[in-house]
């Protein structure tokens, strides 16, 4: 197939949607539908590409930022397909070749079903060639009216009769047009239906009449043209797609003992022979390496997790490098710019922000690391804090290589502790611990002999009605 010109429809508002964010927008397994939909059509390497924008259009075009040559058309009022297909008209009408028409909401479409349209549209010459798919229940959408095998019209749901209700074959409204007759014939399109719009389907009596042919292209599974209207279709399209992830995954070598609660968002690598238990959550541009466990209820967003690592259970990572061999939890919280170096272990309701824990550390329980850089080798005992921020600005702490921090440390930065040096459990560090040396920052103890014998002779004599109160 010669290179295409892609249009897609991203204009109405998604009034069944009920929701203050254009229905476009919405995501589907962790990427908004029309991205998905936008990364589709360049992956056949489309002459050119052009949206048709309206309902919140500076919102649209925003996400679509990242997304390079990308033109954009404006509909304004949205009047039906056929009127938004004509604001196309000063971009595309002196153009020749193929144009696919595509939509912002249908984002299961798979770049090989693009392909395969395109090249039945070429070899049938056709003016124009529709995808359709036959359904079980075919309610809503529009049939595909045939004489003599031909397609002979395309008649909308709302306007159908009852026999033509009885068809099962659908209109998907994907089209691939022939460029040269395309803009002329949609002039003829008239607006005297019920709903008081353009229907693109009016081009197959126009085509005909004119003499000129329309095609089609029967898909095998009609869940690739499914759209999106309602947060329930949403809903169930999410599931399809996250089934076809995990299924992928599966294929390539990845154990998921439960398919149906595991999520995983487009772009998210796992390599082989890696675990995933039930209830984990993989978003955004995540990536798991070879032979690693993610336990149940572990979320990881935009993180690299190396081979050979142990995520356990109930784990936010966010942002974060983990490398080989790692472990981490249960229930730890590695927020943005958090990297943990092979071997160390962040235990038990450990939080690091901003922090670096070096080759074979580790923090083993109820620990905050910000903004801080441990060395290797080094033990953080329970109830460590580093203070990182002074109400101002935040802080570094630096650990190096080979410390002991005892339990229930205050580290205040900036504050440096050198190689090797301990500090004594209970400590509250302000200044810089030495290489080597022992850090005692804790008031003396004071033992006071027969203090609680007198406390309580004390409290017994205070109003002389103790022990008679029956309140």
């Known amino acids: 197939m010669s290179s295409p010109h892609i249009l897609i429809l991203a204009a109405g508002k998604g009034t069944r949607m009920k929701s203050s964010v254009p229905k476009v927008l919405h995501p589907v397994a962790g990427t908004p539908m029309i991205v998905s939909v936008v990364r589709t059509a360049r992956a056949?390497?489309?002459?050119?590409?052009?949206?048709?924008?309206?309902?919140?259009a500076d919102a649209v075009k925003a996400a679509l930022a990242g997304e390079p040559d990308i033109r954009f058309v404006v509909q304004e009022p949205q009047l039906g397909t056929g009127h938004a297909l004509m604001q196309a008209a000063p971009l595309l009408g002196g153009e020749r070749g193929t144009l696919v028409l595509l939509y912002g909401d249908v984002p299961q479409l798979r770049p090989e079903t693009l392909s395969a349209l395109g090249e039945r549209h070429e070899a049938s010459r056709a003016?124009?060639?529709?995808?359709?798919?036959?359904?079980?229940?075919?309610?809503?959408?529009g049939r595909v009216v045939r004489e003599n095998g031909e397609v002979a019209r395309i008649v909308e749901h709302r306007d159908a009769t009852a026999e033509e209700r009885s068809i099962a074959e659908i209109n998907s409204g994907i089209y691939a047009f022939d460029l040269e007759p395309l803009f002329p014939a949609l002039a003829k399109i008239a607006s005297d239906n019920s709903q008081g719009e353009y229907y693109l389907t009016d081009l197959v009596g126009i085509y005909r009449r004119a003499r000129q042919s329309v095609a089609s292209f029967l898909i095998a599974d009609p869940a690739e043209i499914l759209g999106i209207n309602s947060r329930s279709e949403l809903a169930a399209i999410a599931r399809r797609v996250w089934r076809a992830r995990n299924e992928a995954l599966m294929a390539a070598g990845v154990t998921i003992e439960d398919p149906e609660t595991t999520w995983v968002d487009y772009g998210v690598t796992v390599g082989p022979d890696t675990v995933i238990k039930p209830g984990v959550t993989l978003q955004g541009r995540t990536s798991i390496g070879c032979r690693s466990v993610i336990h149940s209820g572990v979320r990881v967003v935009d993180s690299d997790i190396g081979d050979e690592v142990t995520v356990l259970d109930h784990c936010l990572i966010q942002g974060s490098r983990v490398a080989g061999q790692a472990s981490i939890g249960p229930f730890a919280h590695l927020r943005p710019l958090s990297e943990v170096e092979a071997g160390a272990r962040i235990g038990n309701f450990v939080e690091l922000k901003k922090t670096r824990v070096g080759r074979g550390s580790k923090a083993s329980h109820l620990t905050y690391l910000g903004d801080t850089t441990v060395g290797a080798g080094v033990n953080i005992g329970a109830g460590t804090i580093t203070c990182n921020y002074d109400g101002v600005r935040k802080n570094p702490t630096i650990i190096e290589d080979g410390s002991f921090i005892g339990s229930d440390v205050q580290l205040i930065a900036p504050v440096r502790v050198g190689r090797g040096a301990y500090v004594a459990a209970g400590s509250s560090i302000t200044d810089d611990v030495p290489a080597g040396a022992l850090a005692i920052a804790r008031g003396r103890q004071v033992n006071k002999e027969g203090w609680a014998e007198k406390k309580a002779g004390h409290k017994g004599t205070k109003t002389g009605h103790e022990d008679t109160k029956t309140d």
Do not use: F, R
Not at 44 to 56: E, Y
């Open 44 to 56: 056949i390497s489309p002459a050119t590409c052009t949206l048709v924008v309206g309902h919140q």
């Open 127 to 141: 003016a124009a060639t529709v995808i359709t798919a036959m359904v079980p229940d075919p309610t809503g959408y």
